[in-house]
């Protein structure tokens, strides 16, 4: 039986935990993760846990923070006034906003974490940036290139 190996487009299903045991995603009950390896389409680490393994396999994989959605950032949190929001916009917390950076035509998703009087504070993080993700994971399929 074959072995997975670079080049290789295979499929997994897998269920992402964190530390505290939460599920974070899954494909359980739905279609593969269907990725090249070494195509960069995963994470590295994702990649090299499914080099060598065969079809029905099972593996566990840690990836740190570092090689997932990295450190949370300070940065990326930011304080508005009210006022600077669309006139008819509401902002409660939980909410995802898309945001014109200052002086950048480029746009992010944040997320309002606290709405105090004209204050509203939103988060660019990943909802994931800073925790180390598990993945419990088989290989259903190996498609050789």
């Known amino acids: 039986m074959s072995r997975a190996q670079k080049g290789d487009k295979v499929s997994i299903h897998y269920i992402g935990t ?26 590295p680490m994702l990649e090299e846990a499914v080099i060598g393994m065969k079809v029905g396999m099972a593996n566990n994989v840690v990836i740190p923070s570092e090689h997932a959605y990295g450190p949370r950032r300070d940065e990326n949190v930011v304080v508005f006034k009210r006022s600077n929001l669309p006139a008819n916009m509401e902002p409660t ?52 290139s």
Not at 18 to 43: K, Q, Y
Not at 118 to 140: I, R, S
């Open 93 to 144: 917390v939980g909410q995802k906003m898309q945001i014109r950076l200052p002086n950048s035509s480029q746009e992010v998703i944040m997320l309002v974490t606290k709405v105090d009087g004209d204050d509203v504070t939103m988060d660019g993080n990943h909802f994931l940036a800073g925790l180390d993700l598990t993945f419990a994971l088989q290989l259903e399929k190996i498609e050789h």
């Open 18 to 43: 964190l530390d505290n045991g939460r599920i974070f995603d899954s494909t359980e009950g739905g279609d593969p993760l269907i990725f090249t390896i070494g195509a960069n389409e995963v994470f």
